[in-house]
């Protein structure tokens, strides 16, 4: 089992960048595959980007691509959400999740943290 905590969110104007953290718990954290979502008011929460247990694989939305950039240290237990050229679509509180099974495979992620708050001004 693993438990995570998310920070790094924010107020940010348009066409600015953030990157979010979230820090993992357990010795086992480079066995899970680890995934940011994403959810607005009223709205379902989406799929961001997610990273293989490696690093080595990435998967990312259409909304995401050429702007964010996911990467992890598994010596530290943290994985990074890189957001550039945000804009007001961008916001929404911005969550992270672990899974133990392929990072692609998106009712796997049972692991989840408590959110945190991007808020992006035009």
């Known amino acids: 089992q693993v438990q995570v905590v998310e920070s790094g969110g924010g107020l940010v104007q348009a066409g600015g960048s953030l990157r979010l953290s979230c820090a993992a718990s357990?010795?086992?954290?480079?066995?899970?595959?680890m995934g940011w979502f994403r959810q607005v008011p009223g709205k379902e929460r989406d799929f961001v980007v997610a990273?293989?247990?490696?690093?080595?694989?990435?998967s990312y939305t259409d909304s995401g691509k050429g702007r964010f950039n996911i990467s992890r240290d598994n010596g530290k237990n943290t994985v990074y959400l890189q957001m550039n050229s945000l804009n007001p679509e961008d916001t929404a509180v911005y969550y992270c999740a672990a899974t133990s099974n392929s990072w692609n495979y998106l009712p796997g992620y049972k692991y989840w943290g408590q959110g945190t708050q991007v808020t992006v001004s035009s």
């Open positions: 990273i293989s247990w490696s690093g080595g694989s990435t």
């Open positions: 357990g010795r086992t954290f480079s066995r899970y595959a």
